[in-house]
């Protein structure tokens, strides 16, 4: 699964590698490191407004909730979607098809296990570069305050090489999106088209390496980015 994402990059870094502009970029947030428990807006591009970036709630909210009280609840449970049940779970089924997004992030950390211990990874590009999460996202609209929310979940897949040695109880990973494979994902109609954009990653593109266990305690980092500074092998 994914529940902790690493987005620190500049506005401008991140507009240069999406070809696309902040509607708001006064507003970015940067995070070393972030759980989607706190669901934290997070800039997006959607198959909607593709020359756009906005900031959208982690925590998909389908539109036919019916209460701010039932909508807290949902979120908790829709901060990922499995590409194996995306297209028969209510909240997800339509947005699959008629709304995907990309999330741009500087990496993303998991768990191994090792015996009782969990212990935290940070999951980058090699190259450092910013690389795109494969999203699906909604508007919800609380009835009671008129308050518009716009919503996503990360789409997971099985997890590669490289994932299942990191995420070796769960071996899942969050679909990664080739540059390639960007303009099919957001825009493709046919099921026949999304579903190649949701397979595991290419071996080669991502590293893993332990980093500090105080992290598991911290839900928001901003400021202090030695957190993420290796503390154990790396692996490729």
């Known amino acids: 699964m994914c ?3 690493s987005i620190y ?6 507009e240069t590698d999406l070809g696309a502009s902040f509607d708001s970029a006064e507003d970015y947030r940067p995070y070393f490191h972030v759980s ?3 669901h934290p807006h997070l800039p997006l591009v959607t198959n909607a407004e593709p020359e756009q970036i906005q900031l959208c709630e982690w925590g998909l909210i389908p539109r036919w909730t019916k209460s701010f009280e039932a909508a807290r609840d949902i979120r908790k449970m829709t901060l990922n979607a499995r590409r194996e049940t995306i297209y028969e779970k209510p909240s997800f089924r ?3 098809r008629k709304r995907r997004a990309l999330l741009p992030v500087n990496g993303f950390v998991e768990w191994r296990h090792e015996g009782t211990v ?3 990874h940070l999951v980058r590009p090699i190259d450092r570069s910013i690389i795109t999460l494969g999203c699906i996202w909604e508007d919800w609209t609380d009835p009671a305050s008129g308050e518009a929310h716009r919503t996503f979940s ?3 897949t099985d997890a590669n090489l490289l994932m299942s040695q ?3 109880v769960k071996q899942r990973m969050p679909v990664v999106i080739a540059a390639s494979d960007r303009l099919p994902w957001l825009h493709a109609d046919d099921r026949e088209e999304i579903e190649p954009c949701m397979r595991p990653l290419e071996e080669g593109v991502l590293e893993a390496f332990p980093i500090t266990r105080e992290v598991s305690s911290i839900k928001v980092n901003t400021t202090e980015e030695q957190l993420l500074e290796p503390v154990g092998p790396i692996l490729t």
């Not at 990059?9 to 991140?14: L, N, Q, V």
């Open 166 to 168: 990191v995420h070796n």
């Open 9 to 14: 990059a500049s506005t401008h870094s991140i």
């Open 118 to 120: 969990k212990q935290p």
């Open 94 to 96: 339509d947005a699959i």
């Open 36 to 38: 989607g428990f706190v």
């Open 3 to 5: 529940f902790t994402v």
């Open 154 to 156: 990360i789409v997971t």
